[in-house]
T-cell receptor, first 113, second 117 residues
Framework: DVKVTQSSRYLVKRTGEKVFLECVQD?????MFWYRQDPGLGLRLIYF???????EKGDIPEGYSVSREKKERFSLILESASTNQTSMYLC????????????FGSGTRLTVV | GENVEQHPSTLSVQEGDSAVIKCTYS??????FPWYKQELGKGPQLIID?????GEKKDQRIAVTLNKTAKHFSLHITETQPEDSAVYFC????????????????FGKGTKLTVNP
């Protein structure tokens, strides 16, 4: 069964900490995405990557960075976590050149205290 | 700009009734329209999709219709069951976020569907 795996389901971090959210896919997909999900705001794109070492800003990149050193792994980094980054974070992947649906991970619920 | 509007934000129906969720999109070049279901504690899962060369698609109790002229599409669930309770997201494709022309999806804000037994 093909999968997008997010390393943590729940995380609690302190304000100012550096936080790493990891995502791994086993479908050999070129495209990977990070979204955050908040009530009433839907899914908002933070960053995406269409190739190894390539990254593009999404709609809300402020306060975040990403790393894609290997095709299967896409990491989201909160350089200095703040309480307004408390949210559900979803990773997704897709094949390029095709308008096929994304495959999502199960999400990481991050709480910053 | 790239925008997808989804209505209603919440929907409550009785078991056995039908449910309809509607979305509009901004870019006439969009040609792919998936629907996702997100159950509590899980990531969104693709349940049905439609491409711009088709007006309607059905899969058992679920159907999606597309009106390209009006730039709107809808999800129809018939004979609803309690297990249909979830958050549903529509999305539309927007082209060309990299040199290969890969498409990205823009999502609606979601509809929380509750099916009452």
């Amino acid at each position: 069964d093909v999968k997008v795996t997010q390393s943590s389901r729940y995380l609690v971090k302190r304000t100012g900490e550096k936080v790493f959210l990891e995502c791994v896919q086993d479908m050999d997909h070129e495209n990977m995405f990070w979204y955050r999900q908040d009530p009433g705001l839907g899914l908002r794109l933070i960053y995406f990557s269409y190739d190894v070492k390539m990254k593009e800003k999404g709609d809300i990149p402020e306060g975040y960075s990403v790393s894609r050193e290997k095709k299967e792994r896409f990491s989201l980094i909160l350089e200095s976590a703040s309480t307004n980054q408390t949210s559900m974070y979803l990773c997704a992947s897709s094949s390029p050149g095709q308008a096929y649906g994304y495959t999502f991970g199960s999400g990481t619920r991050l709480t910053v205290v | 700009g790239e925008n997808v509007e989804q209505h209603p934000s919440t929907l409550s129906v009785q078991e056995g009734d039908s449910a309809v969720i509607k979305c509009t999109y901004s870019d006439s070049a969009s040609n792919y329209f998936p629907w996702y279901k997100q159950e509590l504690g899980k990531g969104p899962q693709l349940i049905i999709d439609i491409r711009s060369n088709v007006g309607e698609k059905k899969d058992q109790r679920i159907a999606v219709t597309l009106n390209k002229t009006a730039k709107h599409f809808s999800l129809h669930i018939t004979e609803t069951q309690p297990e249909d309770s979830a958050v549903y997201f529509c999305a539309a494709s927007f082209r060309g976020f990299n040199a290969g022309g890969s498409e990205k999806l823009v999502f609606g804000k979601g509809t929380k569907l509750t099916v009452n037994p």
